[in-house]
């Protein structure tokens, strides 16, 4: 199938999802945070309001990294001839007095903060709102948030593991059924599962993130697992593990602190387990059987997933 084999071709670019960066803690209205995504360079820092802000990390003049500038009254500034920029891009300021060129911008990306992440979408709008995970508001939630090590595959790989069933009971060891039905649409894909003990209520959002409420053994755990791609031959990812909040009392915060570092554990069993056979595969979509209905319904719609160079 041609749009399968597509798949794997990014020579049109990166997909159009909402992308994490990095943990929301680094990122300050003190110094600038340089991170490679998309297969250039940004700058990640938050504004006067404490918001974030993306933006391409070459500067228009000679093309110096602006990571390794400085916050000026919360605002970017170049360290070879320290030209400086506002939130939307704009250069406001040459040193010299000469007059601002036109050209004289970077790019803003839309960005966001949730789940303990900051997130850039790649294009000039978003397609659709950030990653949510499923019957759960953050609020709702006391979370844990950390970061994951390099990965030499695009992040829609391991994601692939959200309605790969046959790995959650081969490899995981988790007595879960497969999905009659997944409902795919234009920019996810939600599926249920539900018995009296059991619950599996998944979302893949874009083509980079999959969370899950798991309730199992009389427990609920809230997960999300994300990635970015560095370039076209690696992703960094991010996972964040929720237990519902109880209360604001001492006892209440103690209970919820317990849960939650069981819930972690749980999540960082299921990745030492995925993670020595998705860092040493050689990825190809090969031989796929009617038990493979559901990877290769996902495989069709990573394919079909609206693609943009990072914009400049």
């Not at 110094?31 to 998309?38: C, T």
């Not at 790019?107 to 997130?119: C, I, M, R």
């Not at 018995?195 to 809230?222: C, M, W």
């Amino acid at each position: 199938m041609k749009e399968i084999d597509r798949v794997i071709d990014a020579a049109d670019g990166f997909h159009q999802c909402w992308y994490p960066l990095a943990l929301a803690d680094d990122v300050s209205g003190e110094m600038p945070l340089g991170i490679d995504v998309l297969g250039t360079r940004v700058v990640v820092y938050r504004d006067a309001t404490g918001t974030p802000v993306i933006q391409t990390a070459w500067c228009p003049h000679l093309g110096a990294d602006l990571a390794r500038g400085e916050l000026i009254e919360r605002q970017l500034r170049c360290p070879y001839h320290h030209w400086r920029f506002d939130r939307n891009g704009r250069c406001i300021d040459i040193p010299t007095g000469d007059k601002i060129p036109p050209g004289a911008r970077i790019f803003t990306f839309p960005a966001a903060e949730a789940w303990g992440l900051v997130w850039a979408f790649n294009g000039r709008a978003p397609l659709f709102a950030p990653p949510r995970i499923p019957g759960i508001e953050e609020s709702e939630l006391v979370i844990h948030t950390q970061a994951r090590p390099a990965r030499r595959l695009p992040p829609w790989v391991g994601v692939s593991n959200g309605v790969d069933f046959q790995h959650l009971r081969a490899l995981h060891n988790l007595q879960t059924s497969t999905p009659e039905t997944i409902d795919v649409g234009d920019h996810a894909i939600e599926f249920r599962m539900e018995t009296e003990r059991y619950l599996q209520h998944g979302r893949i959002t874009g083509t980079n993130v999959f969370a899950q409420h798991l309730h199992r053994d009389g427990s609920n755990v809230y997960m999300l697992f994300a990635g970015m791609p560095v370039d076209r031959h690696q992703s960094r990812g991010f996972f964040t593990v929720g237990v519902r909040n109880s209360g604001d009392d001492a006892e209440a915060r103690h209970r919820d602190a317990m849960r939650l570092e069981g819930a972690r554990r749980f999540v960082e069993q299921l990745l030492a387990e995925d993670d020595p056979v998705l860092n040493t595969m050689r990825f190809k979509i090969g031989v796929l059987t009617a038990s493979d209905r559901h990877l290769a319904r996902y495989f069709k719609y990573v394919a079909e997933f609206p693609r943009a160079e990072a914009p400049a």
